[in-house]
């Protein structure tokens, strides 16, 4: 399994090092096919509709050294005293993941409980993906190098 504690923890450890005391501020980190785990979060923009995911810079991290995402889990701080919640990819992130299969794993929170999560692979948390119609695609996506 790509998502254990590690990543969960290293996304939670960025938000309290980096927003001590704020509510709602969040991180990502992503596994990579190495092993190593990636960290980053987002920069506030006066104009929302350019702010980034948490995910993108440890997504384009992982581009510059040329290495696959495995999993990938995003966390915020919660409102006062509620501590951490994992959220599910976005729309967007789950694109750009989708870049790295249809298995990269990610964090999503349990329903009854945003404490609490699972891990679930891309596939089964889009199962109607569009790209799915399309299965001679090779996956992982290997963009032509230079």
Request: with cysteine; glycine share 8%.
């Amino acid at each position: 399994m790509a998502i254990d504690r590690e990543p969960v923890d290293a996304a939670i450890g960025l938000v309290r090092s980096r927003f001590p005391g704020q509510d709602w501020a969040g991180a990502a980190a992503l596994r990579l096919d190495d092993g190593s785990v990636l960290t980053s979060t987002a920069p506030e923009a006066p104009n929302n509709a350019v702010r980034l995911c948490h995910e993108t810079g440890a997504i384009c991290e992982a581009f510059k050294r040329g290495r696959r995402v495995v999993a990938s889990v995003c966390v915020t701080a919660a409102d006062g005293d509620r501590g951490h919640w994992v959220l599910a990819p976005c729309g967007v992130c789950q694109e750009r993941l989708f870049a790295y299969g249809p298995d990269v794993e990610v964090g999503v929170p349990e329903p009854q409980d945003p404490h609490r999560w699972r891990t679930m692979r891309l596939r089964d948390v889009q199962p109607h993906w569009f790209a799915r119609v399309f299965p001679d695609d090779v996956w992982p996506y290997a963009p032509d190098s230079p």
